[in-house]
């Protein structure tokens, strides 16, 4: 077996997926045409052909209008379902999925609404595929702290459905720092937390996800490189990244696979992850992220290993469960 074939045979845990980011075209003008919602495209192609972006902000822009087709609570579940088989068929064990609920309550649809579909997939995927998953409500930090308040205390009636929250959308001009009080009232609430940082923006926001959000994991994180201090901070820590190849590729955070910083991470001693961030707008799920960067990087089979193994250490499951995955890692290894 070639390190990319290994790669896409070992189970794999996925902590960097944006439920809302794995709509697909064609579901999004089905789920306009069931709910009478208006496209500004007029078909899947010319959707898919403005999928060419410059940055963070071009893809967000176009993410948002996708997300306005989301209207009931069948909605929410044919989008999770949709990705929840994907992920099996790529040998995703457990996943950790963010969702974005102020995408949805500015259209007038409730939290809980939201909340119920995501976990009605989440619990069939349980069931038929034996799949462990887990919900984390994310902040759009374009937005104020305030709205951050009142989203937290709108979800709070479905506080046992979510395990976490995340800090997701424009990074530059919007520190972790914006976000103090209410991470730290998330804290209080027994909520695990992490947060985008250094995707887009400096080092100095890493920091603070870190020191002031008191974050667990770094979403992203690429540009922790750019400071020595941090990536030694991280490996002492071993804080995970969950890192994202595609998505760095495609929003021009590196020009080419090859640039990519991921073997560079690993070397260094980090607990990096791959992920598929928002794999229907990226051109790919989690195995065409591990595939193509194992290829590019011409990654070893035991950074391959590494990077499975990481994804399990970096993952909220109980012990019990992170030692029946890690075995399950190893007997494909082996
Ligand atoms: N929301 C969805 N995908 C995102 C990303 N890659 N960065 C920030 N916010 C996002
Ligand atoms: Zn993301």
Redesign the pocket.
Known sequence: MTPAQLAAALPKAELHI?IE?SLEPELIFALAQRNGVALPYPNVEALRQAYAFTD?QSF?DI?YAGASVLLHEADFFDMAWAYLQRAHADHVVHTEIFFDPQTHTARGVDVGVVIAGLKRACERAHTEFGMTSALILCFLRHLSEEDAFATLEAALPHRAHFIGVGL??S?VGHPPSKFSRVFARCRELGLRIVA?AG?EGPPPYIWEALNDLKAERIDHGVRSLDDPALVAELARRRTPLTVCPL?NLKLCVVTDLREHPMKKLLDAGLCATVNS??PAYFGGYLNANFVQTVDALKLSRDDVIALARNSFEASFIDGATRAKYLARVEAVAS
Do not use: K, T, V, W
């Open positions: 944006h980011g963070l967000l993410y997701d959308s990074e985008h995707e998505s961030d928002d």
